[in-house]
C-alpha cells in the first residue's frame, strides 16, 4: 500500500498558486518526498524531492513539516498544462519499487 | 534529468500472438530498470524489477512466464507479453533507477 494520502482532486485557476498537499505520517528517517505527475497518457514526470528542508527548483516549490509527516507542492503560477494526476510518494534515496498511490487530479481552468 | 524511451507508443494485436515492448535509456547506463502497468483510471502498478545481466524480480501476482523480461544491456530492457489476451490491454511504462527514478513515455497495448 503507498504510504501517502492525498485528497482525490483539486481545481486551481490559471495563474494562481496550486498548494497540492500530501499526508505521510508514517515516513522514516531517511525516506524523501518526491513529487511525479502524470499528464493523460503519458508516462510520470518528476517534478521535486526533499528530505527535511524545503526545496525550490523551476517547476515547483515543496514545502515539509518540521515533523516531516506531511508536505505540500506548491506550483506558483498554474497553468492549463499543468493539468494532470500529481503522485507524491515517500522512498529511500536510490528509489526502487516506486508505489503509487491514487494521486491529486489537478484541474487548472480558465 | 535523465531520458528514457519506449517503442513502440502503442500497439494492437490479436489475441493469442505476443509483443515485445522496448525501454531504452538515452544517457544513461542502468543496471536496473522497473516495469509499472496502468489500467485505465487506475495508478501505476509495479510488474517487475529487471535486472541487467539477470534474472528479472517480478511482483506477486505477474506471471513471470506470461511477461518475459530480458535486460541484455545497460540500455535496454524488453518486456515482452507472450499469448496476449484482451485482459492485457493496459499502459506500460518503464522507469529508470539509481537516485531519482524518471520514466519512458509509456506504451499503450490493446490486445482484439
Known amino acids: 500500500d503507498a504510504k501517502t494520502t492525498q485528497p482525490p482532486s483539486m481545481d486551481c485557476a490559471e495563474g494562481r498558486a496550486a498548494n497540492l498537499p500530501c499526508n505521510h505520517s508514517?515516513?522514516?528517517?531517511?525516506?524523501?518526498v518526491y513529487w511525479y505527475r502524470q499528464i493523460h497518457s503519458q508516462g510520470p514526470q518528476y517534478i521535486i524531492h526533499g528530505l527535511k528542508n524545503n526545496e525550490t527548483n523551476e517547476m515547483a516549490s515543496l514545502i515539509i513539516t518540521e515533523d516531516r509527516k506531511s508536505s505540500t507542492l506548491i506550483l506558483p503560477h498554474a497553468t492549463l498544462r499543468d493539468t494532470a494526476v500529481y503522485y507524491c510518494?515517500?522512498?529511500?534515496?536510490?528509489?526502487?519499487?516506486?508505489?503509487f498511490g491514487t494521486g491529486t487530479r489537478l484541474q487548472v481552468f480558465p | 534529468g535523465a531520458v528514457v524511451s519506449q517503442h513502440p507508443s502503442w500497439v494492437i494485436c490479436k489475441s493469442g500472438t505476443s509483443v515485445k515492448i522496448e525501454c531504452r535509456s538515452l544517457d544513461f547506463q542502468a543496471t536496473t530498470m522497473f516495469w509499472y502497468r496502468q489500467f485505465p483510471k487506475q495508478s501505476l502498478m509495479l510488474m517487475a524489477t529487471s535486472n541487467e545481466g539477470s534474472k528479472a524480480t517480478y511482483e506477486q501476482g505477474v506471471e513471470k512466464d506470461k511477461f518475459l523480461i530480458n535486460h541484455a544491456s545497460l540500455t535496454l530492457s524488453t518486456l515482452t507479453v507472450t499469448s496476449a489476451h484482451p485482459e492485457d490491454s493496459s499502459f506500460y511504462i518503464c522507469g529508470s533507477s539509481g537516485g531519482v527514478q524518471y520514466f519512458g513515455p509509456g506504451t499503450r497495448l490493446t490486445v482484439t
Open positions: 508514517t515516513i522514516s528517517g531517511n525516506e524523501y
Open positions: 510518494i515517500v522512498d529511500t534515496y536510490n528509489t526502487d519499487k516506486l508505489i
